[in-house]
């Protein structure tokens, strides 16, 4: 059992560029959800996928975009880098409403 | 106001005491409570979660939650230095469909 497993490990990107977070988990979870950490800052949620097929953002979606591609999938898209938009992410998923979310190991990207 | 808040720390206690971190939030319908610990550089991992007034306990590990007043909080007994790490506070708020917000996290230090 993998749990959830997210892919790059780490990026560097130039600014401008784009790129897409995949994120994918084995535990037939409904929710899934993208954070970001920064230092004193803590998790913030970006975009979450309550059930397959329904996306919501969170508190920081600007800049982002998500697909919900199956019950497994969740991925995270930057279209257009900034280097605000160097952070750690991370993806989670959870049972459903009101359970507790399993993180994947994250993102480490670098927007230069 | 944030919704969740944690004093950041460093909370600095002895091997062998009892550590003590608190959490207060904003959403006074909040139903489920979590804490997680982080270490350097690692995802999160859940410790403990709460949903009902009281304490609960498991192992060296105790969650207590008093909704009339907010708050939540987690103590760790007989503290080691494994124990080091950050601990990160989440509550899932009324009303928020499924998704969890996360304080800033209280860095705890077991000294020798």
């Known amino acids: 059992n993998a749990g959830v497993t997210q892919t790059p490990k780490f990026q560097v990107l130039k600014t401008g560029q784009s790129m897409t977070l995949q994120c994918a988990q084995d535990?037939?979870?409904?929710?899934m959800y993208w954070y970001r950490q920064d230092p004193g800052m803590g998790l913030r949620l970006i975009y979450y996928s309550a059930s397959e097929g329904t996306t919501d953002k969170g508190e920081v979606p600007n800049g982002y975009n998500v697909s919900r591609l199956n019950k497994r999938e969740f991925s995270l898209r930057l279209e257009s880098a900034a280097p605000s938009q160097t952070s750690v992410y991370f993806c989670?998923?959870?049972?459903?409403?009101?359970?507790?979310?399993?993180f994947g190991q994250g993102t480490r990207l670098t927007v230069v | 106001q944030k919704e969740v808040e944690q004093n950041s720390g460093p909370l600095s206690v002895p091997e062998g005491a009892i550590a003590s971190l608190n959490c207060t939030y904003s959403d006074r319908g909040s139903q489920s409570f979590f804490w997680y610990r982080q270490y350097s550089g690692k995802s999160p991992e859940l410790i403990m979660f709460i949903y009902s007034n009281g304490d609960k306990e498991d192992g060296r590990f105790t969650a207590q939650l008093n909704k009339a007043s907010q708050y939540v909080s987690l103590l760790i007994r007989d503290s080691q230095p494994s124990d080091s790490a950050t601990y990160l506070c989440a509550v899932n708020p009324a009303g928020g469909g499924n998704k969890l917000t996360f304080g800033t996290g209280t860095q705890l230090k077991v000294e020798l």
């Open positions: 989670a998923s959870s049972p459903g409403q009101g359970a507790e979310a399993f």
């Open positions: 535990m037939n979870h409904n929710s």
